[in-house]
């Protein structure tokens, strides 16, 4: 899926404004159904910016004021996860309005996360020779060469007259070849050329004279790494792709540059936890996947706690709580940076602005009172056993699900505040966001320690 190119200041004011007035529409409702329709006035860059800007909620809304024609322009400028969610929020009707209007490219692109009876129907309209060609471009991996394979090729002797290819091609013009490929009777590859190469060649003059020595591509290469160590020849805009030696088909340059740039894109923009979750990502898929990570932490949280521990036996409480000082810091850093990550992401793609940010801190405050209940129940479970002592359990839940809540809104507030003060998020959010948690973090556990466990 395509990452949009930044867009010019021009067209950010634009999109904010949009973005404001949505916002503003849905929020405070002055009749009790919002109309949206005005947004069909606005580009498809426009709107593929507006619903990377929103949550779950606000998407369903923008995708019944969408009209269907626009849906796949619109789809192949969104983030490839933005683009399932989004497609998951479509009804029967608009999923069939796509179909109508679908092509192979969408179809390729999209194959991941469309519905299967989706993909059936539309090979099912399809000729034999259309069907059997999309089918091996399915068979293959999405960031493989061969998913993006074109199999209309003219292969040729090399001794073969340029005459003989030609009247060859014009026999199966309705095939629309992109280009003539030399391989001889021992299907070694030679070269190849384009067809106007073709059309203003000698027709006496063999194939062999013409073609000009190409790179080969491999079917089951990773795209972005064919587009790294191919090196293009001028006029070529198809390249032979081989399989076990043999020449099967093309792909575009254009293709492998496009992959490039957006990988290019990808690592500019991506300070982010997960590649699979964009900027509202719904609150359960996200909670899921950044409760594995916290679980992971909390494991190598506890192995620095037992450490510690091995030196405190003469000390009973205060101790404990030296000990379990490193957990309740570790977990409160952890979820402060998945949360920054995200943020800082949103700003890098021009997402997160002060329309939504309000938004943005209610889904990560929730996914932070998920984890730090479900994580810091666990947490309280275990140090109540381990050190025979219901109260220390509830002040290390207490301290956990209150430094997550901390974690939560600086991570999200802090790289927005330093982007306004012209600070670079990135560089700047981490070492203020760790002060953040670590203060709040020992302040909640050490002062309740104090308190409730000391006479």
Not at 106 to 122: K, N
Not at 127 to 155: C, F, P
Not at 165 to 172: A, D, G, P, T
Not at 344 to 372: C, M, P, Q, T, V
Request: hydrophobic fraction near 45%; aromatic fraction near 8%.
């Amino acid at each position: 899926m395509t990452i949009p190119e930044q867009e010019p200041v021009a067209a950010q004011v634009h999109s904010d404004d949009l973005l404001a007035r949505v916002i503003e529409i849905i929020s405070h409702p002055q009749e009790e159904s919002p109309s949206l329709s005005f947004i069909a006035d606005y580009s498809d860059v426009d709107l593929a910016h507006l619903l990377e800007s929103v949550p779950e909620q606000y998407r369903f809304l923008l995708c019944r004021n969408i009209p269907v024609d626009r849906g796949w322009p619109i789809l192949h400028l969104l983030h490839y996860e933005t683009a399932r969610h989004v497609l998951d929020l479509l009804t029967h009707e608009q999923l069939r309005g796509l179909l109508r209007r679908v092509n192979e490219n969408d179809i390729l692109t999209f194959a991941e996360i469309l519905p299967s009876d989706f993909v059936d129907d539309y090979l099912d309209q399809q000729a034999d020779l259309t069907t059997e060609q999309m089918q091996q471009a399915l068979s293959y991996q999405d960031e493989e060469v061969g998913r993006y394979l074109n199999s209309n090729i003219m292969r040729a002797r090399p001794t073969a007259k340029v005459s003989r290819v030609l009247e060859r091609l014009e026999k199966h013009k309705r095939r629309e070849f992109v280009a003539v490929y030399a391989v001889d009777a021992k299907g070694e590859f030679h070269g190849g050329c384009t067809l106007e190469q073709l059309r203003h060649a000698d027709g006496d003059t063999q194939l062999a004279e013409v073609i000009t020595k190409l790179e080969t591509v491999g079917d089951e290469q990773d795209i972005t790494q064919a587009a790294q160590h191919l090196s293009p020849v001028a006029g070529f805009a198809w390249y032979p792709v081989e399989k076990e030696g043999k020449i099967i088909g093309a792909v575009a340059l254009s293709t492998l540059m496009q992959r490039l740039r957006e990988r290019s894109l990808e690592v500019l923009a991506s300070e982010t936890a997960q590649d699979e979750e964009d900027l509202f990502t719904p609150v359960n898929v996200a909670a899921r996947m950044r409760a594995i990570w916290l679980t992971t932490n909390l494991l190598t949280a506890f192995l620095a706690s037992w450490v510690i521990g091995l030196f405190g036996e003469a000390l009973q409480h205060v101790v404990a709580l030296a000990i379990l000082m490193p957990v309740v810091a570790s977990m409160g850093g952890i979820a402060g940076s998945q949360t920054l990550a995200v943020a800082l992401r949103g700003i890098a793609l021009n997402h997160l602005k002060r329309s939504n940010l309000k938004l943005l801190l209610d889904k990560e405050l929730k996914i932070a009172a998920f984890n730090g209940i479900l994580l810091g129940a666990l947490v309280g479970v275990v140090v109540s056993f381990w050190f025979e002592s219901v109260a220390l359990g509830s002040i290390i839940f207490i301290a956990i699900v209150f430094n997550s809540l901390a974690a939560a809104s600086s991570g999200t507030v802090i790289p927005f505040v330093l982007k306004q003060m012209r600070i670079d998020p990135a560089v700047a959010g981490s070492v203020i966001l760790t002060t953040v948690t670590d203060v709040v973090g020992f302040f909640i556990f050490l002062g309740l320690g104090t308190l409730v466990l000391l006479p």
